[in-house]
């Protein structure tokens, strides 16, 4: 099980973290990350991820103002997120996917970027 939280209204410019806590290890998954599906759309889309041994990819749209970060002892995924835009409001997903190609989602945090 995923449970996000974090999300909210900010104004352009501003920054929101996302958390997502998970009840099983995060540590013993293929990848975790976060993705996002802004209004209208039909498809959720990769915002970022950490891959098994460490590695992480994120979204072009989100590179430099975005961090993708991780606490194995806490198993909890975290999306810190600065420079917010306008664009970047989206309902934000955390994802887990485990060595059998099993996926997980949690329920989903609004984030609003508006003034």
């Known amino acids: 099980q995923l449970v996000e939280s974090g999300g909210g209204l900010v104004q352009p410019g501003g920054s929101l973290r996302l958390s997502c806590a998970a009840s099983?290890?995060?540590?013993?998954?293929?990848?975790v990350g976060w993705y996002r599906q802004a209004p209208g759309n039909q498809q959720r889309d990769l915002v970022a991820?950490?891959?098994?041994?460490?590695?992480?990819n994120y979204a072009d749209s989100v590179k430099g103002r975005f961090t993708i970060s991780r606490d194995n002892a806490k198993n909890t995924l975290f999306l810190q997120m600065n420079t917010l835009l306008p664009e970047d409001t989206a309902v934000y997903y955390c994802?887990?996917?485990?060595?059998?190609?099993?996926?997980?989602w949690g329920q989903g945090t609004q984030v609003t970027v508006s003034s």
């Open positions: 994802h887990a996917m485990d060595f059998k190609y099993m996926n997980y």
């Open positions: 099983g290890s995060i540590r013993s998954m293929y990848r």
């Open positions: 991820e950490i891959q098994t041994g460490g590695s992480t």
